[in-house]
């Protein structure tokens, strides 16, 4: 395992360190002990190969930086570092759909929103960057990502973020499974990198799943939309399998809940007739798309219907997902642990989870030390890899998430 994550003689650009705020400090400690265990490794490998690393702070137990954003009983609040941060590496950490953090204003209790979050991001920069050697931000969900274009005389949220991001001195921005990641354009100095789960989905499905059959007369991937063709055509092209595509015909004349209302799906595509389906998305957000997609393939005869998303965000409720599945609509959903999922949904029997604590893990490691992420940014030889490894049959197809 070692050698998976020796840089050789290339020493990291300053001395790592994670700014997790409160709303993925779970995450976020997924994410150092993997470090912790790469760079703990590294240094074994490098003692073996009699080479001397020579780099105060490389092999520490925590690279968790110790921060907090306390509140005022008014609800204001400021973003605090207990410990120095001068010439460090710095990456904070944060997920903007955590809804589970209480705060009091003026004696009444609200919950963070995206908005609170996005603050709290801009109070450790604040408190930071004159000092830090580099600045760099890890949001998984894009802040106002769905607000990323204009279409009548509307604020462009994602662009004003990234743009004050660097207004403030921030390096590089990284995220997943961008909505649109063409928002970048609005900074195009700043680094910014968009990252898929694709290897991950597929890893998951494999480990849960050892009766899937991966050729084109059993398996298809279903884009449930237009939006998502990208994705749908890469899993497709990568399993050696077909797509087909949803289109939503939506009724332009209405507005319910600040969108036109879907008045009918439509499917482009051979036929799906007793075959397994991947339904690949970057978000549950209500589900109702997702769901109607899901009743839609099952009345055309589908096997399976599995569902693939980024970001399971469930707003309104798990109940008619537990209602598809005890009526034989959906067969499970995958999503990954890059935004807050409640207890709840864990215990679904329904829902499968793919871990992605240890791909961050290894972004950051070698964006440390300014070597080449690339490889990462389409993991295609990782999945093929994979792929050969399920269908020989094999037991414990482990492979690490490397990026270089």
């Known amino acids: 395992m070692a050698n998976n994550y020796v840089f050789n003689d290339i020493l990291p650009v300053a001395p790592l360190k994670i700014a997790a705020l409160e709303s993925c ?3 976020a400690q997924k994410v150092n002990n993997h470090i912790v265990d790469f760079r703990h490794n590294d240094t074994e490998e490098l003692i073996r190969r009699k080479k001397d690393l020579n780099y105060r702070g490389y092999n520490v137990d925590s690279y968790l930086l110790n921060c907090s954003c306390p509140r005022f009983g008014s609800g204001e609040a400021k973003g605090v570092i207990r410990e120095s941060v001068r010439g460090t590496d710095l990456y904070a950490m944060v997920d903007i759909t955590n809804y589970s953090i209480p705060y009091t204003v003026c004696g009444y209790t609200n919950h963070m929103s995206p908005d609170d979050h996005f603050q ?3 109070r450790i920069i604040g408190a930071s960057v004159d000092t830090a050697h580099r600045v760099n931000v890890i949001m998984p969900f894009l802040y106002e990502g769905r607000q990323h274009k204009r279409t ?4 462009l949220d994602c ?6 991001l660097v207004n403030m001195g921030v390096s590089n921005f990284i995220t997943f499974d961008a909505h649109d990641p063409r928002v970048q354009n609005a900074i195009p100095l700043l680094g910014f990198d968009n990252f898929m789960p694709t290897y991950q989905f597929v890893k998951t499905l494999f480990n849960h799943d050892h009766s899937l059959k991966i050729d084109k007369d059993h398996l298809m991937v279903i884009s ?3 939006g998502a063709m990208n994705r749908a055509v890469y899993l497709a092209n990568n399993l050696s399998v077909d797509m087909g595509m949803f289109y939503k015909r939506r009724d332009y004349s209405r507005v319910i809940d600040g969108r036109n209302p879907i008045v009918a799906h439509e499917f482009l595509g051979s036929s799906v007739e ?3 389906v991947l339904i690949i998305d970057d978000m549950i957000s209500s589900g109702e798309s997702m769901l109607d997609t899901a009743r839609e393939l099952k009345d055309r005869k589908a096997k399976k219907v599995i569902i693939c998303c980024t970001f399971g965000l469930f707003t309104n409720g798990l109940e008619k997902f537990d209602d598809f599945y005890n009526n034989g609509y959906i067969d499970y959903v995958i999503t990954t642990n890059l935004n807050y999922r409640p207890q709840a949904l864990l215990e679904r029997e329904w829902y499968l989870e793919a871990d992605m604590s240890k791909y ?3 972004i950051i490691n070698s964006l440390n030390h300014d070597v080449s992420i690339s490889a990462s940014l389409s993991p295609t030889e990782k999945i093929q890899n994979l792929l050969r490894k399920y269908q020989s049959g094999s037991d414990g197809y482990e492979y690490f998430d490397t990026i270089h």
Not at 152 to 155: A, G, H, P, Q, T
Not at 159 to 164: D, G, R, V
């Open 152 to 155: 009548k005389r509307e604020s």
């Open 25 to 27: 400090r779970e995450l």
């Open 360 to 362: 961050i893990a290894a």
């Open 159 to 164: 662009a004003m973020m990234l743009q004050e």
């Open 224 to 226: 449930p939309d237009e």
């Open 274 to 276: 007793g075959k397994t």
């Open 120 to 122: 709290d991001l801009k």
